[in-house]
């Protein structure tokens, strides 16, 4: 079966920082690009930021270019994003899922519980 387990989410203060991690299982997680989505209350799910596979480029919504790092450890097939200069806007619960590389496939068919970042002073 196929597990995400996301963690690292808390209360922040503005401009502070936090680092989510993604720990997964059940697919070969060395083949797919991961991904970071994000819901605030009220709004639609936001791709934040995604890593794929084979050594490629990350790519990051624009609202957290410079500030949001996405990496991964195929080793431990976990897929981390680290946030600096945490805006309120950044308040959300942050999910992670990904897609196989070669067919486009998700890993999950489903979104999990994800961890809740919260940014307030």
């Known amino acids: 079966q196929v597990q995400l387990v996301e963690s690292g989410g808390g209360l922040v203060q503005p401009g502070g920082s936090l680092r989510l991690s993604c720990v997964t299982s059940g697919f070969t997680f060395s083949t797919y690009a991961m991904s970071w989505w994000r819901q605030g209350p009220g709004k639609e799910r936001e791709l934040v930021a995604t890593?794929?596979?084979?050594?490629?480029?990350?790519i990051y919504a624009d609202s957290v270019k410079g500030r949001f790092t996405i990496s991964r450890d195929n080793a431990q097939s976990t897929v981390f994003l680290q946030m600096n200069s945490l805006k309120p806007e950044d308040t959300g619960v942050y999910c992670c899922?990904?897609?196989?590389?070669?067919?486009?496939?998700?890993?999950?068919?489903?979104w999990g519980r994800g961890t809740q970042v919260t940014v307030s002073s």
């Open positions: 890593m794929p596979p084979f050594g490629g480029r990350a």
């Open positions: 899922n990904g897609r196989n590389g070669f067919s486009g496939n998700p890993a999950s068919g489903s």
